[in-house]
Nanobody, 123 residues
Framework: QVQLVESGGGLVQTGGALRLSCAAS????????MGWFRQAPGKEREFVAG????????QYADSVKGRFTISRDNAVNTVYLQMNSLKAEDTAVYYC????????????????WGKGTLVTVSP
């Protein structure tokens, strides 16, 4: 089992920035590709970003490309999401996720989810 705990959410104004963190515990963190998803009120959960076990080949949803950056530090079992130039439409609960293998594969199964952290961007 892998436990994922997100932090760093909060209220920010349009154009501002936040950095989310996801601390992992349990099995070997570097065995897993990691990602971030989000769910806005009344909408389905959607992919935001994913990264391989080494931090390589980051992938992003079109809606966040150029504004968000995913990274990880295997030494401290943590994956990050730096969010810049935030917009009101970025308001959502952000979830950390782990796939079953070391390479991030789009639309592949998610083996572990965090409980989420709320990001609210005020207009």
């Amino acid at each position: 089992q892998v436990q994922l705990v997100e932090s760093g959410g909060g209220l920010v104004q349009t154009g501002g920035a936040l950095r989310l963190s996801c601390a992992a515990s349990g099995r070997t963190f570097s065995n897993y590709a990691m990602g971030w998803f989000r769910q806005a009120p009344g909408k389905e959960r959607e992919f935001v970003a994913g990264v391989n076990w080494s931090g390589g080949n980051p992938q992003y949803a079109d809606s966040v490309k150029g504004r968000f950056t995913i990274s990880r530090d295997n030494a401290v079992n943590t994956v990050y999401l730096q969010m810049n130039s935030l917009k009101a439409e970025d308001t959502a609960v952000y979830y950390c996720a782990a796939q079953g293998g070391p390479w991030w594969i789009p639309r592949d199964a998610i083996y572990y989810w965090g409980k989420g952290t709320l990001v609210t961007v005020s207009p």
